[in-house]
Each structure stands twice: as structure tokens, then as C-alpha cells.
């Protein structure tokens, strides 16, 4: 099954079918020594790498892998500045079945010479071998039009259907984490918008009167949306105790202008409160959260305030 790496998100095991009968684990080192580029190389020193060279060739001719590496890693401490020793040892890497090395190595030779086809062949041969699919079909297109040869081609043609699903799986996931991405931004933005209307219709530091049943929904949702603490007052106009009260209720308004301070006269609107229950008045409902979390009967100041103060933190 193949990795893909899609923006934050890691699709694991997804649901397409490779060909992965050459995929190896990948190899974390020790890796071989890489000489030192900045150091002058003699003109003894690159005839001696050339004869490694040689030398690592005829062994691998023999099948004495092993043994052709160490002939190249010789080599390129002799003359690190060759690409083609690195792109050799990257050869004999994947060969040996150590991907991440033969890697290792094609990067430095591409980035002593850019357009040196075996070093392209290398690594896309070690990036199928990692299940890179995509990676390697394009190092091992590059290589077939820098120097085509008949073991590239037939690399290329294993790689290019697992590369072709990959590429057409990754676009598939991409485009559906865009949309998931616009349809996040698209609640954000209803979601600002719905808040931004609410809070239009709750100005701060008032007591509303509610007209009506659908005024008194209206109100509740718009405070649910700005999370907002909404206090229901029931009371009348015929009632002294609430006359009382309806001073000590729009000092508390100013006082706290992001709570919501709402009143509902039970004579003019009589089947709200008989929906509410009230039996008497002056009653306080607090309303949170799409709930009422609290409620009281009084005409004491001091005990409606604590009420107010101890539902708007909890």
C-alpha cells in the first residue's frame, strides 16, 4: 500500500493496488564516507581513483558487490569531486539493496554535475525500491533523455503504472482536503455572520421587551450565538413588587451590557407564561446555552445580583 503525505494530514494504507514486489526497508546507515570536495585533487590521486574504479567495475561484473564499493569509497576519497564515482557507488547501492545510500549518493553527483544521467538512474531506481513512485518515474524520465539505455526504459515502464496511480490517488485526496478546507471556511464564515447578526439584534446595556412568542426565540438563539448569559423577567404592570424591581433590573443592564436582560409582561403576552410555568412574579430565568441553568422568585436586590454574577461564570 502506498504513503502519501497530504498538507497536514498522512494517508496510510490507502485503497489502490501496487506492484510493490521490489520495495525494500529502507536502510538508516551507517553510511559509507564522502570525502572531502573542498580538498585539491593531484593529478596520482585521480589516475589511482580511475584504477578503483576499474577495479570496482571488474567486481561487479563478478557479482562481488561488497567488494566494489569499498573499491569506490576508496575512490571518492581519493577524488571527491567526481560525480561519476558517486553516481557509480550509488549504482552499486542499489544493487546491494540500500536505497537511502544510493540516494545519498545521487545527490551529490547531481549537484556536481545536474546533468549526469546515471545519477538520475540511481536514484530512481533507489526511490522505487523505497516505494516513491512518483519520484522515480520523473529521475528515471530524466535519465532516459539525458542517456538512454535498455535497463532505465525497462525501470521506467515497472515504475510509471504504480507512479500513475499514486499521482491520480494524491490528486484525489488533494482536492478533497480543498474542499473540506472551503467548506470549514465557508461555516467559518456563516458561523461570524450568524454571530454578527445576533449581536446587531442584543444591543448592550438595555432591557429588551419581548413583542411576541417568536421575539422571545429570536432573542434566546441570537444570545446562544454570541454566548451570552439572557435573563427573562416575568412581571406586570399592575405588580408594585416588580415595579420595584424594574429600576434594580435596568441598573443591572448598564451595569452588565454582555449579559442579556429581557422582559416579558405576563398580562400582554399570557401564554409565554403560562409556557414558562409562572405562578408569580417578579421571576428571573436565566437562560445559557440554549438552557435554562437557573431561575428565581424575588424582589431582593442583592440576591438577584449574586444569581447574575454566579451564572454568568459558571
Known amino acids: 500500500?502506498?504513503?502519501?503525505?497530504?498538507?497536514?494530514?498522512?494517508?496510510?494504507?490507502?485503497?489502490?493496488?501496487?506492484?510493490?514486489?521490489?520495495?525494500?526497508?529502507?536502510?538508516?546507515?551507517?553510511?559509507?564516507?564522502?570525502?572531502?570536495?573542498?580538498?585539491?585533487?593531484?593529478?596520482e590521486n585521480q589516475e589511482a581513483a580511475e584504477v578503483l574504479k576499474s577495479d570496482a567495475l571488474n567486481a561487479i561484473c563478478e557479482d562481488q558487490l561488497v567488494e566494489a564499493k569499498d573499491h569506490l569509497t576508496r575512490a571518492i576519497m581519493l577524488n571527491p569531486k567526481s560525480a561519476l564515482l558517486f553516481a557509480s557507488r550509488?549504482?552499486?547501492?542499489?544493487?546491494?539493496?540500500?536505497?537511502?545510500?544510493?540516494?545519498?549518493?545521487?545527490?551529490?553527483?547531481l549537484q556536481m554535475n545536474p546533468h549526469l544521467a546515471r545519477g538520475y538512474k540511481a536514484r530512481g531506481m533507489a526511490r522505487a525500491m523505497l516505494g516513491l513512485w512518483e519520484e522515480a518515474a520523473i529521475d528515471l524520465n530524466v535519465a532516459s533523455k539525458l542517456d538512454f539505455d535498455?535497463?532505465?526504459?525497462?525501470?521506467?515502464?515497472?515504475?510509471?503504472?504504480?507512479?500513475?496511480?499514486?499521482?491520480?490517488?494524491?490528486?484525489?485526496?488533494?482536492?478533497?482536503?480543498?474542499?473540506?478546507?472551503?467548506?470549514?471556511?465557508?461555516?467559518?464564515?456563516?458561523?461570524?455572520?450568524?454571530?454578527?447578526?445576533?449581536?446587531?439584534?442584543?444591543?448592550?446595556?438595555?432591557?429588551i421587551e419581548i413583542n411576541d412568542g417568536m421575539d422571545l426565540q429570536a432573542k434566546l438563539s441570537a444570545a446562544n450565538t454570541t454566548s451570552r448569559l439572557a435573563i427573562i423577567y416575568f412581571k406586570a404592570t399592575?405588580?408594585?413588587a416588580c415595579c420595584y424591581m424594574d429600576q434594580i433590573y435596568k441598573t443591572f443592564a448598564e451595569k452588565y451590557p454582555k449579559i442579556l436582560f429581557l422582559t416579558v409582561d405576563i398580562h400582554e403576552l399570557p401564554n409565554i407564561a403560562r409556557g414558562w410555568s409562572i405562578t408569580s412574579i417578579p421571576t428571573f430565568f436565566f437562560f445559557k446555552e440554549g438552557n435554562v441553568v437557573d431561575w428565581v422568585t424575588s424582589t431582593d436586590k442583592h440576591e438577584l445580583e449574586m444569581k447574575i454574577l454566579h451564572n454568568v461564570v459558571s
Open 1 to 43: 500500500m502506498s504513503r502519501e503525505n497530504i498538507s497536514d494530514e498522512i494517508i496510510i494504507e490507502s485503497d489502490i493496488e501496487l506492484d510493490e514486489s521490489d520495495v525494500v526497508a529502507p536502510d538508516n546507515g551507517p553510511f559509507e564516507e564522502m570525502g572531502y570536495p573542498s580538498v585539491e585533487v593531484s593529478e
Open 90 to 109: 550509488a549504482i552499486c547501492f542499489v544493487k546491494l539493496k540500500k536505497p537511502n545510500a544510493a540516494i545519498r549518493d545521487a545527490d551529490a553527483a
Open 150 to 207: 535498455e535497463e532505465t526504459y525497462m525501470m521506467l515502464k515497472k515504475v510509471e503504472p504504480n507512479a500513475n496511480k499514486t499521482k491520480d490517488h494524491r490528486q484525489k485526496y488533494e482536492q478533497l482536503h480543498r474542499e473540506n478546507e472551503l467548506r470549514k471556511l465557508e461555516l467559518e464564515r456563516q458561523s461570524i455572520q450568524r454571530v454578527a447578526e445576533a449581536t446587531r439584534v442584543l444591543p448592550d446595556g438595555q432591557v
Open 238 to 240: 399592575w405588580c408594585g
